[in-house]
């Protein structure tokens, strides 16, 4: 897949240099999560490049599907801002929701609400 563009010579000094490439085979898909959104790669092309104990994995993919993820704020974030606005469970969930997880924003929507 990708070593079509190195030739020979690039290769060999490479490989004697300890960089060693494997493709992949059979991998039918790849999933990059955000925090707002998770990339689907389908039938992907995946080579891994070993350089020095580490891997290095290169993705080439003809198909990919973006999708939004609705943000799921933690137990103590939700905690924090119930203390420091004074909230319901409810009112911390929606708030942090709505801020997409910035605790100082959401305190000060609650506050600025109730108001």
Do not use: H, W
């Amino acid at each position: 897949m990708f070593r079509r563009g190195i030739n020979r010579e690039t290769l060999r000094m490479l490989q004697r240099m300890g960089v060693s490439f494997e493709n992949l085979e059979g991998v039918e898909e790849v999933v990059l999560k955000f925090k707002d959104k998770t990339i689907i790669l389908k039938n992907p092309e995946v080579m891994v490049t070993k350089i020095s104990g580490q891997k290095l994995y290169q993705i080439a993919a003809s198909e990919e599907i973006e999708e939004k993820t609705e943000f799921v704020p933690n137990e103590e974030d939700i905690q924090l801002v119930m203390q420091q606005a004074n909230a319901t469970r409810e009112e911390a969930i929606n708030a942090l929701k709505e801020t997409e997880g910035d605790i100082a924003s959401a305190i000060v929507l609650i506050k600025a609400r109730k108001q």
